[in-house]
């Protein structure tokens, strides 16, 4: 009666689980075990050498939810993978663990035609706060892409440079609205005489919402 008990108690936890959690969900919380995350590493790590290129999508993508640091350095290393797919799925797992080693083969990434791929190095990028990032987000600013282009600017935003401070003088007046209070409110941070200029531009704004931001943050910083 008490083993009944228990196989009864058994399939109701099992069903609640089910419940919550959908089935991918499930494996990726016991991949996450600490006592047997090395177990999964390894049967992923070994998956990646198949020739079967859906077992190798399979095995990047458990890989990307598993949150160990010895994931990292094969994750790094998948950036240089032929497969865009096992790429997408190792930029996607290299965000929890902002690892600057990673920055070349991010960079490499950039290159790559997939606008996927490029605007999921370009989070990366932003996540990992480095400023060797800045000149290739700068190149990004002429994409034949706009959502490319629109992630390197929101990227660039980031980082406090005076040459950031350039870039986004020459990008507000071609940006629509809601690029133009993105910058402006990058302006309330920075003291430069050089945002003058660009903000009584937009005192003459259509938009309330950017006239009013352009008002006070030259009333803010005594510039107008």
Do not use: W
């Not at 969900?25 to 079967?52: A, H, R, T």
Request: aromatic share 8%; with cysteine; net charge positive.
């Amino acid at each position: 009666m008490k083993n009944l008990c228990l196989i009864l108690l058994c399939i109701l936890i099992i069903f609640f689980i089910l419940k919550i959690y959908k089935p991918y969900q499930i494996s990726y919380i016991v991949e996450n075990l600490p006592f047997l995350n090395n177990y999964f590493i390894m049967k992923y790590s070994n998956s990646l050498s198949s020739n079967d290129i859906f077992t190798r999508r399979k095995a990047a993508l458990h890989l990307s939810f598993i949150n160990h640091h010895a994931v990292c350095d094969i994750l790094i290393q998948l950036l240089k993978d032929n497969d865009l797919k096992v790429r997408s799925d190792a930029l996607s797992g290299l965000r929890k663990f902002k690892e600057k080693e990673a920055f070349d083969n991010i960079i490499e990434c950039l290159k790559i035609s997939d606008m996927q791929i490029r605007i999921k190095a370009i989070i990366l990028l932003e996540d990992l706060k480095d400023k060797r990032a800045v000149k290739y987000l700068v190149d990004l600013l002429d994409d034949s892409d706009t959502i490319v282009r629109n992630y390197a600017l929101s990227a660039l935003m980031m980082f406090e440079d005076p040459e950031i401070v350039d870039i986004l003088i020459r990008e507000i007046k071609k940006a629509d609205d809601k690029k133009k209070i993105q910058i402006i409110r990058y302006f309330e941070k920075v003291n430069d005489e050089r945002i003058i200029i660009p903000l009584k531009n937009e005192l003459n704004n259509n938009n309330n919402v950017i006239r009013e931001l352009a008002t006070k943050v030259l009333k803010d910083k005594n510039l107008n």
